[in-house]
């Protein structure tokens, strides 16, 4: 049997295991796949974690850091240029690390029918899956400005985004900010000064998640649960060698994650 699962800290929610038990049984494959809750990763367990699954996810906080404690792993060309993991793949004793982040996000893009070319774009956080958007606007001609709570080398403070409200069109958060145990801190933003927004984005999912009820209803909001399914498609072909498309069993999964969360 083929296991599978998801990599990160804390892990207090995730959708990840209903879609691939699904995916599982639309492929007519074997396996399961399960929650990898570890506060800290080091060579020693993550080691240990390629040797008991053949493939998993990762997530907060850990997107970034496997790639300075796992060695030897293949790593695929845009894990390269994004600097960011979110999938590996264990077969025949080779562990390759690839990152479907990047065309989650874009496979997100064309579902709602949006073209970010020529817009003024800013992401909030600058971690694993802020590098992955950054990638993937690059590659539909787009760009977008980080904005940092730190000192970063081609980032933005949150003053200088308060200072430049009226400019932006659209606002990506990637932060854990409104979502367990975030729920209750907030980002040094001032929303009544965002008056021209097409769009606001939050990578974040679920009823938990405060973010985007800060913005008024007449601006497109989509929290993150359509990219999660659009990554997660993806690492599923990497991981099976399925040929899915996104446009042929989108609306089965996310039917699938409204009947378990009705």
């Given at each position: 049997m083929n296991k599978y699962g998801i990599?990160?800290?804390?892990?207090?929610?995730?959708?990840?295991?209903?879609?691939?038990?699904?995916?599982?049984?639309?492929?007519?494959?074997?396996?399961?796949?399960?929650?990898?809750?570890?506060?800290?990763?080091n060579n020693k367990n993550i080691d240990h974690i390629n040797n008991n699954y053949s493939g998993y996810n990762i997530t907060i906080p850990y997107k970034e850091k496997i790639l300075e404690v796992s060695e030897g792993a293949h790593?695929?060309?845009?894990?390269?240029?994004?600097?960011?993991?979110?999938?590996?793949?264990?077969?025949?004793?080779?562990?390759?690390?690839?990152?479907?982040?990047?065309?989650?996000?874009?496979?997100?893009?064309?579902?709602?029918?949006?073209?970010?070319?020529?817009?003024?774009?800013?992401t909030l956080g600058s971690g694993g899956s802020s590098k992955?958007?950054?990638?993937?606007?690059?590659?539909m001609n787009a760009e977008t400005t980080i904005v940092s709570r730190t000192n970063k080398v081609e980032a933005i403070s949150y003053q200088d985004l308060?200072?430049?409200?009226?400019?932006?069109?659209?606002?990506?958060?990637?932060?854990?900010?409104?979502?367990?145990?975030?729920?209750?801190?907030?980002?040094?933003?001032n929303i009544e000064n965002f008056n021209n927004l097409e769009l606001v984005m939050n990578i974040g999912y679920g009823s938990n998640n405060n973010f985007l009820t800060l913005f008024n209803d007449d601006i497109q909001k989509f929290d993150g649960l359509g990219m999660l399914i659009c990554q997660a498609i993806e690492s599923f072909n990497i991981w099976t060698s399925s040929c899915l498309t996104v446009t042929s069993i989108y609306d089965e999964v996310l039917k699938e994650l409204e009947e378990q969360h009705d």
């Open positions: 990599l990160g800290w804390p892990l207090e929610r995730s959708y990840s295991p209903i879609i691939h038990t699904f995916l599982l049984k639309h492929a007519s494959i074997e396996g399961n796949y399960e929650l990898i809750k570890l506060n800290e990763i790593l695929d060309v845009h894990v390269e240029k994004i600097g960011s993991v979110n999938t590996v793949k264990n077969k025949d004793g080779i562990t390759s690390f690839h990152n479907t982040d990047y065309l989650g996000f874009l496979n997100f893009l064309e579902i709602i029918n949006f073209n970010p070319e020529g817009r003024t774009i800013m992955a958007i950054k990638y993937a606007l690059n590659l308060n200072d430049r409200a009226n400019e932006v069109d659209v606002l990506i958060n990637t932060t854990p900010i409104g979502m367990p145990p975030y729920e209750n801190e907030t980002l040094d933003i």
